[in-house]
């Protein structure tokens, strides 16, 4: 692949850790309240954060570009942002999911035994949680690789600026004889899909199963 194309993969990657870090915070106290909240209220909040799964990206980045500051639009940052978005109801859902599944009994014995609540966030609730919420950040990476519509409304797709892998892809294929750095940039983002989706298959079985006694 060209310097520019290395470019590209590497940006997508930046990109992408960059927006999962920032998802994290978000992703998780939503997966908490939501797996300990009902009511309309909890119903309106989850309504909200599934949009973005269902809605046009290019919707999503039209109302990010609505709301962001002009000095973030078309710039990396505003890629980061893009792509945090698009991929949240991912980690949230799995990030809810990791923490219905711990057994109230285990929080419960916990608090008998005078663990305040951080103590059991932090020895209970944390380890039983962790592999569904690395599961989610998994998946919420392998969607921020993978984003296109919303990143070009708000960043653009400036090469070695803000011309992520999708991106690039999308410039090659509009290009007279661009085919062979076409194929080359595909292999490349379906590479770095697999293997995202790897960690998160992996994760999940681990979740999964049931621990020894």
Same mark, same amino acid.
């Given at each position: 692949?060209?310097?520019?194309d290395?470019?590209?993969?590497?940006?997508?990657?930046?990109?992408?850790?960059?927006?999962?870090?920032?998802?994290?915070?978000?992703?998780?106290a939503?997966?908490?309240?939501?797996a300990?909240?009902?009511?309309?209220?909890?119903?309106?909040?989850?309504f909200?954060?599934?949009?973005?799964?269902?809605?046009?990206?290019?919707?999503?980045?039209?109302?990010?570009?609505?709301?962001?500051?002009?000095t973030?639009?078309?710039?990396? /940052?505003a890629a980061?942002l &893009? =792509? *945090?978005? @698009? #991929?949240?109801?991912?980690?949230?859902?799995l $990030? %809810? +999911?990791?923490f !219905?599944?711990?057994?109230?009994?285990?929080?419960?014995a916990a608090?008998?035994?005078?663990?305040?609540?951080?103590?059991?966030a932090?020895? /209970?609730?944390?380890?039983? &949680? =962790? *592999?569904? @919420? #690395?599961?989610?950040?998994?998946?919420h990476? $392998? %969607? +921020?690789?993978? !984003?296109?519509?919303?990143?070009?409304?708000?960043?653009?797709?400036l090469p070695?600026?803000?011309?992520?892998?999708?991106?690039?892809l999308?410039?090659?294929?509009?290009?007279?004889?661009?085919?062979?750095?076409?194929?080359?940039?595909a292999?490349? $983002?379906v590479?770095?899909?697999?293997?995202?989706?790897?960690?998160?298959?992996?994760?999940?079985?681990?979740?999964?199963?049931?621990?020894?006694?």
């Amino acid at each position: 692949m060209t310097p520019a194309d290395w470019a590209a993969v590497g940006l997508s990657l930046r990109v992408a850790l960059a927006a999962t870090v920032l998802a994290a915070g978000p992703s998780l106290a939503l997966g908490w309240a939501l797996a300990h909240r009902r009511g309309a209220v909890a119903s309106a909040v989850e309504f909200a954060v599934l949009l973005p799964l269902v809605l046009p990206p290019v919707v999503t980045g039209y109302a990010l570009l609505l709301v962001l500051p002009r000095t973030v639009l078309f710039t990396w /940052v505003a890629a980061v942002l &893009a =792509s *945090a978005v @698009v #991929g949240l109801p991912l980690f949230v859902q799995l $990030a %809810r +999911a990791g923490f !219905e599944a711990v057994d109230p009994a285990l929080v419960d014995a916990a608090r008998v035994d005078g663990a305040g609540r951080r103590a059991v966030a932090r020895h /209970v609730v944390a380890p039983l &949680a =962790s *592999a569904a @919420v #690395g599961a989610g950040a998994a998946l919420h990476f $392998a %969607r +921020a690789l993978g !984003e296109f519509g919303a990143t070009l409304v708000v960043a653009g797709n400036l090469p070695g600026r803000t011309q992520t892998l999708p991106l690039a892809l999308y410039s090659r294929l509009q290009q007279v004889g661009g085919e062979p750095a076409s194929v080359r940039l595909a292999v490349a $983002a379906v590479v770095l899909a697999a293997l995202s989706l790897g960690v998160s298959r992996v994760l999940l079985r681990r979740w999964g199963r049931p621990s020894a006694p």
